[in-house]
């Protein structure tokens, strides 16, 4: 169970995990009260993102729930994109620039792209 809120609820009988922030929101770099299941860890590394770490975990969990007998639930909610801002600085900079055209503009040229290579119809 991956999830940005306040607390865990419990899927049934379905075993269930948690790796995610009680706090709702904050850091993506060492974001504060940040649970592995039920114990509260800490960021020892300089090239953490939270975006990244619940990919990685959510990897693991599947990993290990394919492994066992029965089913098991999955809910994976990123807190992205409610701060995009708060990308690699890189990321960022790979994208400086693209939206000053404004939405308009922006839509219609994805939607003439997607034409192109045949998405969609109109």
Same mark, same amino acid.
């Given at each position: ?26 850091? $993506? $770099? ?17 090239? $953490? ?11 693991q969990?599947v ?11 999955? $809910? ?23 939206y ?23």
């Amino acid at each position: 169970m991956f999830d940005r809120r306040h607390q865990q609820p419990a899927i049934h009988n379905l075993p269930h995990r948690f790796y995610g922030i009680l706090s709702g929101g904050g850091s $993506y $770099y060492n974001p504060n009260m940040l649970l592995d299941d039920v114990t509260r860890i800490g960021v020892e590394t300089t090239d $953490y993102h939270f975006t990244e770490a619940i990919a990685a975990k959510v990897t693991q969990f599947v990993d290990d729930a394919i492994h066992r007998d029965g089913p098991f639930f999955l $809910y994976m909610a990123f807190s992205a994109p409610h701060g995009p801002l708060r990308a690699w600085p890189n990321d960022i900079e790979q994208y400086r620039g693209n939206y000053l055209k404004g939405w308009d503009e922006t839509r219609t040229n994805r939607h003439e792209t997607q034409r192109g290579l045949g998405m969609v119809d109109q």
